[in-house]
């Protein structure tokens, strides 16, 4: 049996394995393969002959299957390091082990490792271990081998439903049935107190106003921190289509004494009315209360046409929570945590566990970057024109380290004048990197502005712009109020500021600087941990946030803005998003929408209480959103997501809180629905067979294509972490003419439109499809 104090919590259940067998490709003398299936630690399998080696579970019967935890032998030279997960329906034979639904990397640890994926059904699970986590391992041995299923599907939607329940408080406000299904997780249903007060059972039931497939319910107790009364313990489920003859109930049981979200699955049922029956009270209580903060429904899983919401690929493990990442050239993505893989404690580490991916073979490489003495957690990012990456403060508020892709080097930088943590820094048109805020780290309050250098390679402070245009209203004061601002660098070394405060502002960088007031975002209030893009030249879309840090609600506000004409900046709120989203991530495409992944409807940090499982697309065409394929993990704080240099989006991580359920130490790849033919297919891509791979601001390019193409755009590399990615931008580019499939393009020549750096160059048909980039450096 995996212990669960060190088992990464999936959001589905072990699937019990009675009578299940294993087969493995060779085992060392003294093992076995049905060892992994016999709820005994102390027993292993280990593989006698040269890896990769496999080893493949026999269900019985075909499952839903949507999870693996893999529990090391505890001899960390065995320990699997490069891992492929395979599910398939029918026996599995070399060379067809069924459908690769993740891979990735293992940290060499001893401690159990989940892999969550996308559901999907069949009756065998095949394990591939290609090799070891310790270098130069020849073995690999498995403890246990735990699945995970009966996977529960999307959440319906709530809106128009009405609530009935036999009890609740109305002589005091705040108790209604209603308040389960609100959307709010600190306003609860309470059944009545007032004396006298009716015991147990009681019930709620919601109409959902028509029959609907149901394959489950979720239930959100309430989250006081000192008051559990009515939790529910003992629990029925009812699914009907007549409010007065039930029927027998779809699924009994107890739920432990704790505030976590339960979810309960069950054979899908179809009916109008879902009711919850409370039995007992899970703390114990005798008084006969029964209490809900949400209840949910869970409904069936759509097939869903690639060609419409896109698709989500298997996740990928990591061997830590990326909470940074950059894609660098050579087609890599280097991603980072903290001091610890999985946990930002202890913080001031002097360390950095990193991770570097190579997009063309999967293979994810683990180094810990100790040369620096720099905890590179909460840090600043920007990527300098020469293509490095610099990373200040976080953990080590005084440490500034330089992320060389050339050879692939971490080495240090020259220390900020002021210690900070939770800042925003941006790269200049001239080269220059401007930062402001942070007050997470060091010292609380008087984190104004620095600006580097790259000729005197130093830091110095621009007196005339402090921290205080920038500070939102935020409960704790400065300490939150400073933080992850969303800076957009502009023509002639200015920076935009366009939020999280509702203020808008231009700052002015040469001398000792300045700034100047551009106005209110619209109607929108401070909006902390949502975000801002720029998808074409000058234009910027901004989505969702919450007014505070923590412990507030997230909104559906999206809003455009125009920075052409500094001396009027326009703001234009548009259509909401489909979900309220916080801690989310925004991705700029090559035709010019935008991606948004992940995030949550209440800000809070790592939770996954309220998680928004689809993504959802933004079309500058229409000015409106389309909702996307849903991810099979959640993404909230500290969850990343960037565009790869092959159209599709990477997003991965959130948590980063040691053993606590809400670390999410993997990530999947989103394939945009313009890399889909109609039919679901892949779509033929144009292909760039000739490019530079330099060009200046001003100048023009000539570029061969395979075939004709109808357009061509650049997307500027960059470095992202707590949401924040200020190097994203779109430059769509001009074509001056062309001869045969030949093209010159004009570049433009402001350089704080066209930021100097690494850029992607994408070519689009006349259907929309990308190819897959060339790199491009401009200067």
Not at 257 to 269: D, G, I, L
Not at 503 to 511: D, P, S, V
Not at 532 to 541: E, H, P, S, T
Not at 646 to 653: A, L, T
């Amino acid at each position: 049996m995996i212990p669960k104090d060190i088992k990464k919590v999936a959001a589905d259940p072990v699937l019990p394995d009675a009578g299940w067998t294993a087969t493995v490709d060779s085992t060392a003398p003294g093992t076995a393969a049905g060892n992994v299936l016999d709820e005994n630690n102390a027993t292993v399998w280990t593989s006698a002959a040269a890896l990769p080696q496999r080893l493949t579970i026999n269900m019985q019967a075909a499952k839903s299957v949507s999870g693996l935890t893999y529990l090391p032998a505890g001899n960390n030279a065995n320990t699997v390091g490069g891992f492929k997960i395979f599910v398939s329906a029918t026996a599995p034979t070399p060379g067809n082990w069924g459908t690769q639904v993740a891979s990735g990397t293992f940290l060499n640890s001893a401690a159990a490792k989940f892999v969550p994926f996308p559901p999907v059904t069949g009756q065998y699970v095949t394990f591939q271990a290609i090799s070891t986590a310790a270098v130069g391992g020849a073995v690999v041995s498995v403890a246990e081998l735990d699945v995970h299923g009966g996977g529960a599907a999307p959440t319906l939607d709530r809106t128009g439903w009405t609530v009935t329940t036999d009890s609740q408080e109305t002589r005091q406000a705040g108790f209604r049935a209603t308040n389960a299904i609100d959307g709010e997780p600190d306003s609860i249903w309470h059944t009545k107190f007032t004396p006298p007060a009716p015991p147990l059972p009681h019930w709620i039931q919601l109409d959902m106003q028509a029959s609907k497939p149901v394959s489950g319910l979720r239930y959100l107790p309430r989250q006081h921190p000192n008051n559990q009364n009515g939790t529910i313990g003992g629990y029925q489920i009812f699914v009907s289509d007549d409010p007065n003859n039930l029927g027998p109930a779809v699924a009994v049981g107890a739920w432990p004494a704790s505030q976590a979200e339960k979810t309960v699955t069950f054979p899908q049922k179809t009916g109008r009315y879902v009711r919850l029956t409370a039995t007992s009270e899970a703390y114990g209580g005798n008084a006969g209360y029964t209490s809900a903060a949400e209840i949910n429904v869970l409904g069936n899983v759509p097939a869903q046409n690639p060609k419409v919401a896109g698709s989500w690929g298997p996740t990928i493990g990591f061997p830590l929570v990326p909470v940074a990442a950059a894609v660098v050239p050579g087609n890599k993505l280097v991603t980072w945590a903290a001091g610890d893989s999985y946990d930002s404690e202890p913080q001031e580490s002097g360390k950095t566990s990193t991770a570097t991916m190579d997009l063309n073979t999967g293979v994810v490489t683990h180094t810990n970057v100790n040369q620096t003495q720099h905890d590179m957690f909460c840090p600043g990012t920007s990527t300098l024109p020469d293509g490095r990456i610099m990373i200040t403060g976080g953990s080590n508020e005084n440490k500034t380290t330089i992320y060389n892709p050339a050879n692939n080097s971490w080495a240090p930088g020259p220390a900020t004048v002021t210690p900070r943590g939770y800042q925003s820094q941006v790269t200049l048109s001239d080269g220059q990197v401007f930062l402001i805020g942070g007050s997470w780290s060091g010292a609380i309050g008087g984190k104004g502005s620095e600006i580097w250098s790259p000729q005197t390679n130093t830091w110095k402070t621009l007196p005339g712009i402090p921290d205080t245009p920038i500070l939102t209203a935020d409960p704790e004061g400065v300490y939150r109020a400073d933080n992850h601002s969303w800076l957009f660098a502009a023509p002639g070394g200015k920076v935009f500021h366009a939020g999280p405060s509702k203020q808008m502002h231009w700052f002015n960088t040469g001398g000792n600087g300045s700034y100047a007031n551009a106005g209110p975002r619209g109607n929108d209030a401070d909006a902390m941990n949502g975000n801002a893009v720029m998808y074409d030249i000058g234009k910027i879309l901004t989505t969702g946030g919450a007014p505070s840090y923590w412990n507030s609600y997230s909104t559906r506000n999206a809003n455009l803005i125009d920075i052409n004409n500094p001396a009027s900046v326009t703001v234009t709120p548009i259509a909401q998003m489909n979900h309220p989203r916080v801690f989310h991530n925004s991705v700029v495409l090559p035709d010019g929408k935008v991606v948004v992944v992940g995030g949550s409807s209440y800000a809070f940090p790592y939770s996954d209480t309220t998680s928004i499982m689809p993504a959802e697309m933004f079309d500058p065409a229409t000015n409106t959103f389309t909702p996307m394929g849903t991810m099979a993990v959640p993404r909230n704080y500290h969850s990343v997501a960037t565009l790869l240099p092959d159209g599709r989006v990477f997003s991965g991580g959130g948590g980063l809180c040691g053993t606590c359920p809400t670390n999410h130490p993997d990530a999947q790849i989103f394939t945009p629905p313009y890399l889909f033919q109609a039919d679901g297919s892949p779509a033929p891509r144009p292909a760039i067979t000739n490019a530079p791979t330099t060009a200046a601001a001003g100048g023009s390019i000539n570029v061969t294509t395979g075939s004709a193409v109808s357009s061509f755009s650049l997307v500027k590399m960059g470095a992202v972490t707590h949401n924040i990615n200020t190097d994203q931008r779109r430059v769509p580019l001009t074509t001056t003419s062309s001869n045969g499939t030949t093209y010159t393009l004009a570049l433009p020549a402001d350089k704080g439109v066209l930021v100097p750096g690494d850029y992607m160059l994408f070519a689009l048909d006349a259907n929309g499809v990308p190819s897959v980039a060339s790199i491009i450096k401009t200067s």
